[in-house]
């Protein structure tokens, strides 16, 4: 088993900054790839980007150049630094873990662990 504890969401103006933590524990050396999805009101979950345990990473075209994705394997934790924020990056904001080599990295069916989840609120 995996446990997934994200932390560092609030409230931001727009153009600002947030940093997201996405603490891992338990069987960690099973993890292959790290994501991020987020889910607005209303809307269903989306893919945001992940990472490779080779550090390659991949973005939704939506925050292509404003967030950026990183991992520290020593601390089991990857981080999703986000930048230009603007209110349509509102929503809660989910840690997700592979552990069976999903190449299915852009959808919900990719990952089998899940975080709680931390929300994140642009206002303008």
């Known amino acids: 088993q995996v446990q997934l504890v994200e932390s560092g969401g609030g409230l931001v103006q727009a153009g600002g900054s947030l940093r997201l933590s996405c603490a891992a524990s338990?069987?960690?050396?099973?993890?292959?790839?790290m994501g991020w999805f987020r889910q607005a009101p209303g809307k269903e979950r989306e893919f945001v980007g992940t990472i490779r345990r080779s550090g390659n990473t991949y973005y939704a075209e939506s925050v292509k150049g404003r967030f950026t994705i990183s991992r520290d394997n020593a601390k089991n934790t990857v981080y999703l630094q986000m930048n230009s924020l603007k209110p349509e990056d509102t929503a809660v904001y989910y840690c997700?873990?592979?552990?069976?080599?999903?190449?299915?990295?852009?959808?919900?069916?990719?990952?089998?662990?899940w975080g709680q989840g931390t929300q994140v609120t642009v206002s303008t």
């Open positions: 997700t873990a592979d552990t069976r080599g999903s190449s299915y990295v852009s959808t919900l069916s990719g990952y089998d662990y």
């Open positions: 338990g069987r960690t050396f099973s993890i292959l790839t």
